[in-house]
């Protein structure tokens, strides 16, 4: 059965895959938590990330999607949503005095700072469904590239498949950047690097605010 809709699952993966790799927010984020954090923190945010992803496309199966997106009111207030979570992070980052850690990282403790493991899946997690530009996208996709004909259980493979993408690239990207030596690059610039992200994710929440979707 799933070998007939093999084509359309190509095409619909190729094109997910390219929009997940491009840097937006939850790059950022991943980035940031796994420099700071290590590894075990940063693949639980890359895990929140594609957990977030299930809310797109939940949205775009159960038609709420194309609701929100033919209500201008309700996409604004969802584009304010997102953009108010990114400027939260983004001015946590901002008023950032660093860790004070010693001058040495072991690639698998984290700091004595680090955040609760859950504290880290939410932070994924809330970057992700708040953003009001992946919903659109999923919406454009599924209605684009999947034929109205395709079985709603095929359908759910597809999103399955797409929050399984999300969370490997990102745990890959975690994985990267939590390694020794980039940590203690980081550790060395750590106040700096983590405002610049901040000003990155207040410079996004206002893209996300003055750009039509």
Not at 136 to 155: D, E, G, N, Y
Not at 189 to 196: A, D, H, P, Q, Y
Request: charged residues 10%; proline residues 3%.
């Amino acid at each position: 059965m799933l070998a007939q809709y093999w084509p359309e699952f190509l095409s619909l993966a190729i094109v997910h895959f390219l929009a997940v790799i491009l840097p937006g927010p939850d790059f950022a984020i991943t980035v940031r938590q796994s420099m700071r954090y290590g590894h075990v923190i940063g693949c639980l945010t890359a895990l929140g990330i594609g957990l977030g992803i299930s809310v797109h496309v939940l949205y775009t199966l159960i038609g709420i999607g194309l609701f929100i997106q033919k209500h201008e009111w309700l996409m604004f207030g969802f584009k304010i949503a997102g953009a108010a979570y990114l400027c939260y992070l983004g001015w946590t980052l901002l008023k950032s005095q660093g860790s004070a850690q010693p001058a040495m990282w072991e690639e698998d403790i984290m700091p004595k700072d680090s955040i609760s493991k859950f504290k880290a899946l939410s932070t994924g997690f809330m970057t992700n469904a708040l953003n009001p530009k992946a919903t659109v996208f999923f919406l454009a996709i599924f209605t684009s590239l999947v034929s109205a004909q395709t079985p709603l259980k095929i359908q759910i493979f597809y999103g399955v498949w797409m929050c399984m993408v999300n969370a490997v690239w990102f745990i890959l990207v975690s994985l990267l950047f939590s390694q020794s030596r980039i940590r203690q690059a980081f550790l060395k610039k750590e106040s700096l690097i983590e405002r610049s992200i901040g000003v990155v994710l207040l410079g996004m929440a206002c893209k996300l605010v003055f750009t039509s979707i």
